[in-house]
């Protein structure tokens, strides 16, 4: 079956770095994603990954591995504000999106 | 308006009651997608709509009819619904099946 894994909660302090990762096992590969998701909105897309390597943009970056079957997602000097759920979701061989059942992450002062 | 939106923002509907749930967007897409997201597990697809034609049904029961008049609106009809179908609906839409979805702020439907 296809499957993908993320941490359920994470905790991490204001200032600091953290570091989500994702592991999957899907029918095939046709790109990655990463979500945000504040409670009680809508996921918000982050980032997309296909090839291997490391994708910065801003105080996010998200990395692949395609032979290990996984992705991180990394959030520099955190704020208040990135307290959320981190949605990682893999695009399959017929281009179906796999989804994780989500990273909370909390950020405390 | 942008993006896409949903109503509407909360439901509460009895198991024998009829409701519909609406999702536009003004983004110009071709894709539409209905999701159903329940507390702590993933996002699960339950209907996909390509150039207002139904290109995924993933195994929904027949109590949840999707509906799909043209390119920017998407509805899903609801009837005799279980308590076990109360979660949040989400609708997505993406300029192909291949692009990034976008999402509308949800539908949280409680029955009762």
């Known amino acids: 079956g296809q499957n993908i894994d993320q941490p359920t909660e994470m905790t991490a302090t204001e200032g600091a770095i953290v570091q989500i990762n994702c592991t999957y096992q899907?029918?095939?590969?046709?790109?990655l994603f990463w979500y945000q998701q504040h409670a009680g909105e809508a996921p918000t897309f982050l980032s997309y990954n296909v090839l291997d390597g490391l994708e910065e943009k801003g105080r996010f970056s998200s990395f692949l591995s395609r032979s290990k079957g996984y992705s991180y997602l990394l959030l520099k000097e955190l704020q208040m504000k990135d307290s959320a759920s981190y949605l990682c979701a893999v695009r399959d061989s017929n281009y179906q999106l796999i989804w994780g059942a989500g990273t909370k992450l909390i950020i405390k002062p | 308006e942008t993006g896409v939106t949903q109503t509407p923002r909360h439901l509460v509907m009895g198991m024998t009651n009829k409701k519909s749930l609406k999702c536009e967007q003004h983004l110009g897409h071709n894709a539409m997608y209905w999701y159903k997201q329940s507390a702590k597990k993933p996002l699960e697809l339950m209907f996909v709509y390509s150039l207002e034609e139904r290109v995924e049904n993933n195994s929904v029961p027949s109590r949840f009819s999707p509906e799909c008049p043209n390119s920017s609106h998407l509805f899903l009809h609801l009837h005799t619904l279980q308590p076990e179908d109360s979660a949040l609906y989400l609708c997505a839409s993406s300029q192909t099946e291949n692009t990034e979805a976008f999402f509308g702020q949800g539908t949280r439907l409680t029955v009762v």
């Open positions: 899907t029918s095939g590969f046709n790109g």
